[in-house]
């Protein structure tokens, strides 16, 4: 019986955190498909969410909601700015060229952060309080039901956003073909833009949301990135679904893996599954195949 | 091909005679790290410029070089020059296995892939106390030498690091001149074209890698035995987008536009040192200004840059003439 608790508790606070994976891999992909574009940078907006609502909330002593809000507005600013400052004057660059920019990016994001906040890790209370709920044995926060509600949200709005609004419609039309989504009156560069507001705005929610459980400082963006990434790729970038999949399986694989076997491996095991991924079926668990092209 | 020896001699000989000039001191110092960045550089600029197949985790053979030689002269006592043999030999082994299985993948996948198998050995690393030392590194790792001639100042390790730069360059000038060469490049621009033109283009991938992680864990061993302490921080994920910044930074194919970079990434921390907590900011700026306005790299991006100035200066004279 005990195992069976155990394995329940960790499978929901791995649930939790394979949420915020999901948010992450979510913006990932968005920015990936419309420009073919790793962004290395996008985990510095996980980071930002947390370390502006702390800034706006512990050090202004503003009200939680309306740091949070601005905080969102803060980092989403900080990711349209980027796309217009380094991102959208280099028209035909290689991807590789692009890709190095926003590592460049994240150093510099990360340096001015670490510059404004010092290197100290802080954490940020929850937002309704820290008394557990039990569910069947298994302990949650109340943060953990503030993380799914959200997430679930988020990825809704986002699923309404892509299919059934025109502006959706056209960011995806880029996706597929950039020259004929021009052809027929796509403002593509402004598609580019968007992509970066919503990934970055989406980084920014999914850092505030997870900052009370994990703490926050100006170096968690990298590993919350790379981990948002591996859950992008091993659900298949094609695929908004496939993505929210691929970060619930790493964060529950993961968190097990974290109690039963290992919690110095913790880090190993997202990408282990990444490399299994990867070597069985490339296109991700649920991506479609892609044909080359000669 | 005449070309090609004289940039070798000139390289060669600035190589030799450099310290002639500098007092001896913290930059000698600084320039041994500059010489084992420019292998680990043309080691990746070979897989990457060369053959078009990207690593994000040219850290792990690096890390696994210095590793397996710090372990074995360390904790076993063993000959270093031996052990840098053997780290060698196995680095390449481990490379040429994985090999297979990775470069299977294209693009981003193959980026994601070896960022992976990157950030698991390092934690490897971190994790396996009892071997590596875990977090708080490995010490006591002894100097090469030759005969009586112990390398246990800054200006030998200067000889000696850049004695395998040279060869490393050499031999990489050579790779990238020769029949492999141009089969590499034509998998470089397709592949689908290199296998239609008979190149063994699976096969010749997983050497090439191969070759990269061998030059890799040479330059591992080597920072073993200069600096005697290593430690996980030093073959982290960070190291491995430091190389391919300095690669893309020199210019990707060009095997001297490697050193420029790797020399240029390790001088640049050094020079904002004064700034002290900026110096991060300082290089992020530089790395997103230099990538905007050099996208081919310093090797060709300051002739251009050159170029488009004298053509605006005539540009200008002739105007004024012509008022």
Redo the contacts between chains.
């Keep these: 019986m005990e195992l069976i608790e155990q394995l329940l508790q960790y499978t929901l606070s791995g649930l939790s955190t394979g949420a915020i994976y999901a948010l992450i891999g979510l913006g990932f992909a968005i920015i990936?498909n419309s420009t073919s574009i790793?962004n290395f940078a996008q985990g510095e907006f996980v980071m930002l969410g947390g370390m502006l609502t702390l800034f706006f909330h512990v050090t202004l002593g503003l009200y939680l909601p309306l740091a949070v809000v601005l905080a969102i507005a803060a980092a989403t600013a900080v990711g349209a700015l980027f796309e217009r400052l380094?991102i959208s004057?280099?028209k035909d660059?290689?991807p590789?060229?692009l890709v190095?920019?926003t590592?460049?990016?994240?150093?510099?994001?990360?340096?001015?952060a670490?510059?404004l906040w010092g290197k100290d890790t802080h954490a940020l209370p929850m937002f309704s309080g820290d008394d557990p709920i039990i569910l069947l044995g298994a302990a949650i926060m109340p943060q953990n039901i503030w993380i799914f509600g959200v997430t679930l949200i988020i990825i809704t709005a986002n699923r309404l956003f892509f299919h059934h609004s025109v502006s959706g419609k056209a960011m995806r039309a880029c996706s597929f073909n950039r020259i004929a989504s021009r052809l027929v009156g796509i403002d593509v560069k402004r598609m580019i833009l968007f992509s970066f507001i919503i990934s970055s705005a989406m980084g920014a929610v999914a850092g505030i949301i997870i900052a009370p459980l994990t703490m926050t400082s100006y170096d968690v963006g990298?590993m919350l990135g790379?981990k948002g990434?591996?859950a992008a790729?091993i659900g298949g970038m094609s695929t908004g679904m496939g993505t929210v999949a691929g970060g619930l399986i790493v964060g529950v694989l993961e968190s097990l893996g974290a109690g039963l076997i290992?919690s110095?491996?913790k880090?190993?095991i997202a990408?282990?599954i990444?490399?299994v991924i990867?070597?069985i079926r490339?296109q991700g668990l649920f991506g479609k195949g892609e044909a080359?092209r000669? | 091909m005449k070309r090609e020896l004289m940039k070798f001699l000139v390289f060669a000989a600035a190589v030799l005679t450099a310290p002639l000039f500098l007092k001896g001191g913290y930059i000698v110092n600084v320039l041994v790290f500059v010489g084992i960045y420019t292998i680990l550089a043309v080691a990746l600029n070979l897989l990457l410029g060369l053959a078009g197949q990207i690593s994000l985790g040219q850290a792990a053979f690096f890390g696994l070089g210095a590793y397996i030689s710090g372990v074995l002269t360390a904790t076993y006592a063993a000959n270093p020059w031996v052990a840098m043999v053997i780290a060698v030999i196995a680095v390449g082994a481990i490379a040429f296995a994985l090999g297979f299985p990775i470069l299977k993948l294209k693009g981003h996948y193959l980026a994601m892939a070896t960022l992976g198998m990157g950030i698991i050995v390092y934690i490897i690393f971190n994790e396996t106390v009892d071997i590596t030392g875990g977090p708080s590194g490995l010490s006591g790792i002894p100097n090469l030498s030759i005969g009586g001639i112990v390398f246990n100042t800054d200006m030998k390790n200067y000889y000696l690091v850049w004695s395998f730069v040279i060869v490393t360059i050499l031999l990489s000038v050579n790779l990238s001149q020769s029949r492999i060469g141009r089969a590499l490049r034509a998998i470089h621009d397709s592949e689908v074209a290199a296998r239609i033109l008979g190149v063994n283009v699976r096969l010749l991938k997983v050497q090439i890698f191969t070759v990269s992680g061998i030059f890799s864990a040479l330059a591992g061993s080597l920072y073993a035995h200069t600096v005697q302490f290593i430690s996980p921080a030093s073959f982290g994920f960070n190291v491995s987008i430091e190389l391919l910044t300095m690669v893309i930074i020199g210019g990707l194919g060009s095997i001297y536009g490697s050193f420029l970079g790797a020399a240029i990434l390790t001088l640049l921390p050094e020079l904002f040192r004064t700034f002290q907590d900026y110096d991060i900011v300082v290089y992020g700026t530089v790395l997103i200004v230099m990538t905007m306005f050099m996208p081919g790299g310093l090797v060709r991006g300051v002739p251009l840059l050159a170029r488009s100035l004298l053509v605006r200066v005539k540009a200008g004279l002739s105007s004024e003439k012509s008022v």
């Design positions: 990936y790793i380094a004057p280099l660059a290689e590789i060229i190095i920019i590592i460049g990016g994240s150093i510099l994001i990360r340096g001015v670490m510059l990298v790379l990434f591996c790729i290992s110095g491996y880090d190993a990408f282990i990444l490399l990867l070597l490339p080359e000669v």
